[in-house]
């Protein structure tokens, strides 16, 4: 199984990136690629900028690399409740060219934040909309507190309550 996971952030210390690489090793045997959304480089979006350039290449790779997964994990920063503004602008650019980002393929939406909401709002969102953008939602979770959870010098999780939450979510792949 060839699992994708990437993190709706552009942080070069991103928690959401972490806990996306995380989830999707715990897929015994899986081929895990990492993507970096900060690879992919697209303008602002706006229809006068696509008339000017068409496609932006930056989403046709992006694109690209999803279709190679035989399964996605995604991991949501929040910024004010919603996506980040990095983001939100590849998946306009990616949805101008296939409305399915996802491709169909299961999917697990996982959030994370150093505070106790746990990104949930933009989670919720995601979930929401996750059927108009061609992602099959196998599970989802929000893990609160990042920083008291996560062991970021070891990569673990400290509880194993936590460490089998994620497990069983990536499990649903499957």
Same mark, same amino acid.
């Given at each position: 199984m060839k699992i994708v996971a990437f993190a709706a952030s552009t942080s070069s210390t991103s928690i959401?990136?972490?806990l996306a690489t995380y989830a999707a090793k715990q897929v015994e045997g899986a081929e895990v690629t990492v993507l970096d959304i900060n690879n992919y480089h697209?303008?602002? &979006?706006? $229809? =006068?900028?696509?008339? $000017?350039?068409?496609q932006a290449e930056g989403a046709q790779a992006f694109l690209r =690399?999803? +279709?190679q997964a035989d399964a996605i994990v995604v991991s949501y920063a929040e910024h004010n409740g919603y996506y980040? !503004? %990095?983001y939100k602008n590849l998946f306009d650019w990616a949805t101008r060219i296939d409305r399915s980002v996802f491709q169909n393929k299961p999917v697990v939406y996982l959030a994370t934040s150093p505070g106790a909401g746990g990104a949930q709002s933009v989670l919720a969102a995601a979930i929401g909309s996750a059927p108009y &953008?061609? !992602?099959?939602?196998? %599970? +989802?979770? +929000?893990v609160p507190n990042f920083y008291d959870n996560f062991d970021v010098s070891t990569g673990e999780f400290k509880s194993a309550e936590w460490a089998d939450k994620v497990k069983q979510a990536v499990q649903a792949l499957r």
């Open positions: 959401n990136k972490q697209v303008p602002m &979006f706006s $229809e =006068d900028k696509e008339k $000017e350039i068409g =690399d999803l +279709s980040p !503004a %990095a &953008f061609g !992602a099959q939602v196998k %599970a +989802s979770l +929000s």
